[in-house]
């Protein structure tokens, strides 16, 4: 099993879950972070910091938001591995919660 990004983090970005994983599984993209499941450990300790709450174990995705799993796996090998956070985008306040984002990630 593996923990997933949802859609709540295109345009927040919030990042409090990178300094927790102990394995370094997030890859950061423009706008959007993505977790490696071949690197997740499923310890749990990103889903509890994401404070928009965009992080889900993949056996509790919400409806709608299957497509995530793949984009996760997908992303995870095209961007980067992050390791240490960066501050949140300027707005990225007026997004959180803001639905049907997926037209906005940049990859």
């Known amino acids: 099993m593996t923990f997933i990004v949802l859609e709540n983090c295109i345009k927040c970005k919030y990042m409090d879950c990178v300094d927790v994983c102990p ?8 706008n959007f972070l993505v977790i490696d499941p071949e690197e997740c450990i499923d310890c749990t300790l990103c889903e509890p910091e994401c404070p928009i709450e965009a992080i889900v174990s ?18 995870s090998q095209q961007w980067p591995v992050i390791t240490a956070s960066k501050p949140a985008p300027d707005d990225a306040a007026e997004w959180e919660g803001v639905p049907d984002k997926l037209q906005y990630l940049e990859r």
């Open 23 to 30: 394995v370094d599984c997030f890859h950061e993209g423009p």
């Open 58 to 75: 993949e056996d509790d995705i919400p409806e709608g938001q299957e497509k995530f799993l793949e984009l996760n796996e997908e992303l």
